[in-house]
């Protein structure tokens, strides 16, 4: 998208809608950090493994670092630009449908990254798969710089963070969505002096 005078406008950092779209995302909206819900509970269902990645890479739980570190890092930010696209299944049993918009939305999401100018955090969806054969948990990241971690792998409730973005969760009872967020912005001070809660819900979890 292009603005008067031939300015750049921007929906985030150095990225356009035109980028976006031509990556393959559908849908997008930013939301203040505040307004994303943190919960151990996310890092609870992650330890179940059901994906299959728990404890293989840098990029999951524990290897990405404990809860707390992970809220930290987000939370050093004042926004959050979320991203999402639907996939059409064949059925609900269609997992190789799944597995194939997983691999697109990995692989968008990895050129995203690599387009992005400025002080940010990318989450997006599970697993790294960079290397052939990953270093965990013997030796330190090959990529520390650009490994995405995943936004469950950081306590994030995908389905608030949806809601929360406006973007549905599901679009149809045959498909998936993936969804990532950008961190960025600087974050003034609490005025207050006081802790932020995770979600900015009083009595929710705190750090
Ligand atoms: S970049 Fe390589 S070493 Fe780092 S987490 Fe991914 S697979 Fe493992």
Same mark, same amino acid.
């Given at each position: 998208?292009?603005?008067?005078?031939?300015?750049?406008?921007?929906?985030?950092?150095?990225?356009?809608?035109?980028?976006?779209?031509?990556?393959?995302?559908?849908?997008?909206?930013?939301?203040?950090?505040?307004?994303?819900?943190?919960?151990?509970?996310?890092?609870?269902?992650?330890?179940?493994?059901? $994906?299959?990645?728990?404890? *293989?890479?840098?990029?999951?739980?524990? @290897?990405? !670092?404990? +809860?707390?570190?992970?809220? #930290? %890092?987000?939370?050093?930010?004042?926004?959050?630009?979320?991203?999402?696209?639907?996939?059409?299944?064949?059925?609900?049993?269609?997992?190789?449908?799944?597995?194939?918009?997983?691999?697109?939305?990995?692989?968008?999401?990895?050129?995203?990254?690599?387009?992005?100018?400025?002080?940010?955090?990318?989450?997006?969806?599970?697993?790294?798969?960079?290397?052939?054969?990953?270093?965990?948990?013997?030796?330190? $990241?090959?990529?520390?710089? *650009?490994?995405?971690?995943?936004?469950? @792998?950081? !306590?994030? +409730?995908?389905?608030?963070? #949806? %809601?929360?973005?406006?973007?549905?969760?599901?679009?149809?009872?045959?498909?998936?969505?993936?969804?990532?967020?950008?961190?960025?912005?600087?974050?003034?001070?609490?005025?207050?002096?006081?802790?932020?809660?995770?979600?900015?819900?009083?009595?929710?979890?705190?750090?």
């Amino acid at each position: 998208m292009t603005g008067d005078a031939g300015a750049e406008e921007y929906l985030f950092l150095n990225i356009d809608e035109d980028t976006m779209r031509e990556l393959g995302f559908e849908s997008f909206a930013e939301i203040p950090v505040d307004k994303v819900h943190f919960s151990p509970k996310v890092r609870e269902m992650c330890a179940e493994n059901r $994906c299959g990645r728990y404890g *293989t890479s840098w990029a999951c739980p524990p @290897g990405i !670092g404990t +809860f707390e570190e992970c809220v #930290a %890092r987000c939370k050093r930010y004042a926004k959050a630009f979320v991203f999402s696209t639907s996939y059409e299944l064949e059925d609900s049993f269609d997992f190789e449908g799944m597995m194939d918009g997983h691999a697109h939305f990995s692989a968008a999401s990895k050129e995203l990254r690599d387009r992005l100018e400025g002080d940010f955090l990318m989450l997006s969806v599970e697993g790294c798969g960079r290397c052939k054969s990953c270093t965990y948990p013997d030796a330190p $990241c090959r990529f520390p710089e *650009t490994l995405l971690g995943s936004l469950e @792998g950081y !306590g994030i +409730f995908v389905n608030d963070l #949806a %809601r929360e973005a406006g973007i549905p969760y599901r679009k149809g009872a045959y498909s998936v969505s993936y969804f990532g967020a950008v961190f960025y912005g600087e974050r003034e001070a609490d005025p207050s002096g006081g802790e932020a809660t995770e979600d900015g819900r009083a009595g929710e979890v705190s750090v």
